[in-house]
């Protein structure tokens, strides 16, 4: 058996490419929910998994989304499932689970906004969780918020 967790970090260590291949991995359904999503090469990985037939859906805060930079409208033409968030104060998670094929579902979560700054500049932080029920719990909670923003 593997590895129940990973840890990562930023700035430059890598962190960005390891959110990129837990996307890639991903094999038939991937949520995401997520406060600032502008880092070109995670939303580039999200609608590549889409492409390739995984049930994907985005949940992004909506003040977030609003920003110049944001690539929620991106998601939005590759045909993404996107709610941006206008139910709650801020939805400050930032979160993907997925299934990766043989293994179940894992968990990517932590203080790493999916941007250039978090993986570059900013001293932030993710896990990879391998915990079946933490998993559960996790896409309970994206279904719960993706649901009160109908």
Same mark, same amino acid.
């Given at each position: 058996?593997?590895?129940?967790?990973?840890?990562?970090?930023?700035?430059d260590?890598?962190?960005?490419?390891?959110?990129?291949?837990f $996307?890639?991995?991903?094999?038939? !359904?991937?949520v995401? *929910?997520?406060y600032?999503?502008?880092?070109?090469?995670?939303?580039? @990985? $999200? $609608?590549? @998994?889409?492409?390739?037939?995984?049930k994907?859906?985005v949940?992004?805060?909506?003040?977030?989304?609003?920003s110049r930079y944001?690539?929620? !409208?991106?998601?939005?033409?590759?045909?993404?499932?996107?709610?941006?968030?206008?139910?709650?104060?801020?939805?400050?998670?930032?979160?993907?689970?997925?299934?990766?094929?043989?293994?179940?579902? *894992?968990?990517?979560?932590?203080?790493?906004?999916?941007?250039?700054?978090? *993986?570059?500049?900013? *001293?932030?932080?993710?896990?990879?969780?391998?915990?079946q029920y933490?998993?559960? &719990?996790?896409?309970? &909670?994206? &279904?719960?918020l993706?649901?009160?923003?109908?």
């Open positions: 058996m593997g590895r129940l967790a990973n840890t990562y970090f930023s700035p260590r890598g962190a960005d490419d390891v959110v990129i291949g $996307i890639d991995h991903c094999h038939t !359904e991937m995401v *929910a997520v600032s999503l502008t880092h070109d090469g995670i939303s580039a @990985a $999200i $609608i590549r @998994a889409h492409d390739r037939g995984v994907v859906r949940l992004t805060d909506s003040l977030q989304a609003s944001a690539d929620d !409208e991106l998601l939005d033409a590759a045909g993404v499932p996107l709610r941006r968030d206008t139910q709650t104060g801020s939805m400050h998670n930032k979160f993907i689970v997925g299934d990766s094929k043989g293994k179940g579902l *894992a968990v990517l979560t932590g203080s790493f906004n999916f941007t250039k700054s978090a *993986a570059q500049k900013n *001293a932030e932080n993710f896990i990879v969780l391998r915990l933490v998993a559960r &719990e996790y896409l309970a &909670e994206f &279904e719960r993706w649901a009160l923003n109908k």
